[in-house]
């Protein structure tokens, strides 16, 4: 193969009562990346559409994602690579922008080099990108863009992610206010400590969701969806939260929250007709402020990245 | 059906990562208790063997949660019910002594009343039974004996028992060192903070647990069965637990931690003839100590309680 077209997807993290642990994917939200061997040796980024990102492969999280892949290779490659990007995801949005130039960069590489890594052992590469973007080898973005579906990070030390099943059907909406937030400031405000008795419960509908994912049991999955223990700070740093999540609930929505480090919130609904119901109360939210935003209603990614064209 | 003599299991609540929501139950410990009709209303307990508890159904738990079934009946019963019970589980040893007299006893009225109820309606009538035992009518024993297998208490209020699968072939050792423990005690030495860190791995193995169970996977079981929360406290309460703990890893079990609030020491094996080896380990420990112990082997109850003889 010398060249290979991708969908790179968008993702949301910190499910509900899965901070950190929990993430699924997006099927109609994410990137396009093409990326084509070279005669000259080593990674060149000759173009980003959409976005300001760095060209340089040291600073951008797909350069370092791939040289992470190319570096746990056991022999040298004889040529090297170009990557060009159509960012669709805004960094800083919250539905894994960095996620996905890692995920589709490592993804897009093992494909020109035959396959030599499975899906699940690219993870750790694209992790390697998430550390550039935010300081560490976080896997609950890359995880789902590279898996599909709904995964579980279940340890990051040696870094495992499990794909968790899919319950059919299930649509989720997403509004993306474009505000700024600050990692630093949606890490601060986070407590070291929490009370006890609030991790018991967040424990419980980790436990829950996942069952209730094995069961294809929407009822349950609902009721799972609460965060008893980073929703109540985080959710400070974005207006209208409160009312959109009410909002949420009041037309059909199963659960609603922050998706990532915010600012984007989601909402899961049952089908279709119900995302796009919520959809239009987050716009109609969202309307009377002077704050700009995109909506985005999207199923769930089964597959994960998707190939859409390959040159041999 | 005029009286019914059941098996009531002993239930291991507490396990690893699952404080206080996931529990499982125990195939051949457990108590035997005969339950009949009576002419005279009322509640009566006649008979307890193995243990000194009161009998004044006021004052004994089973009494206490089939008042409870009774109160939620619509209509009054015109007779009586005469309760007998061997107990084989201690009170106090930490794997659901005050909970098989609870579920044992609902289960059984139950029955006489032709089955006005289901398993899952019972759990909050039995929940009642360890509230007079505990203050708390909690369901992390009572769920597991009436429903048999893994359960996980998804809500307290209101109480919410789900039922998880069984992974084929689980082997459970117990070893019950004859100490006192005061619960005052027990719950006193746990934190009412934790760390945000720990409390995120803990529910990554949560779900990781669930999800194994779902899969049947017993190493992906495994490398869920840590608790980073509460054992690091409890243990301290009971005498050798390190040496019983890394006894049981070292002799191939999956896992090993306090069952309920202690002072019982359970590990889960993948076959009987590691959980007999860890057992012998266990008993090797236990014996070089003053202090008088029993040790269980027992498979994974999947059905819960079980009927040993009726009379119509």
Chains 1, 2 share one sequence.
């Not at 922008?97 to 490592?106: E, P």
Request: some cysteine.
């Amino acid at each position: 193969m010398k060249e290979i077209e991708i969908f790179s997807p968008g993702t949301i993290a910190n499910i509900s009562c899965g901070f950190d642990v929990l993430g699924c994917c997006l099927d109609s939200v994410g990137d396009h990346m093409s990326l084509r061997k070279t005669k000259e040796k080593g990674i060149r980024i000759s173009r980003i559409t959409g976005v300001d990102l760095p060209l340089d492969p040291e600073k951008n999280v797909a350069g370092a994602a791939i040289k992470a892949l190319l570096n746990a290779l056991n022999q040298p490659v004889g040529f090297g690579f170009e990557v060009e990007m159509t960012k669709n995801i805004k960094p800083g949005s919250g539905i894994g922008s960095s996620a996905a130039s890692a995920a589709g960069a490592v993804f897009g590489v093992n494909e020109l080099l035959g396959r030599p890594f499975s899906a699940e052992e690219l993870i750790p590469f694209a992790a390697e990108g998430e550390r550039l973007a935010c300081g560490s080898p976080i896997a609950d973005n890359v995880g789902p863009a590279l898996l599909g579906g709904f995964t579980l990070v279940q340890a990051n030390t040696p870094l495992h992610v499990l794909k968790l099943p899919v319950i059919a059907g299930l649509y989720a909406t997403i509004i993306h206010p474009q505000i700024e937030i600050k990692t630093a400031d949606s890490r601060a405000i986070l407590p070291t400590e929490v009370p006890l008795k609030d991790a018991i419960q967040q424990w419980a509908n980790v436990g829950t969701l996942v069952h209730a994912l094995h069961e294809n049991d929407t009822e349950l999955f609902a009721l799972s969806l609460h965060d008893h223990i980073v929703e109540p700070h985080r959710s400070k740093l974005i207006p209208k939260f409160d009312s959109i999540k009410e909002a949420a609930l009041k037309n059909g929505a199963l659960g609603c929250g922050i998706s990532g480090s915010g600012p984007s919130i989601y909402a899961f609904s049952k089908d279709l007709y119900t995302a796009e119901k919520v959809e239009v109360e987050f716009s109609n939210i969202y309307s009377e402020t002077t704050i700009p935003f995109h909506t985005y209603v999207s199923g769930i990614n089964e597959k994960g990245i998707k190939i859409i064209r390959t040159e041999e």
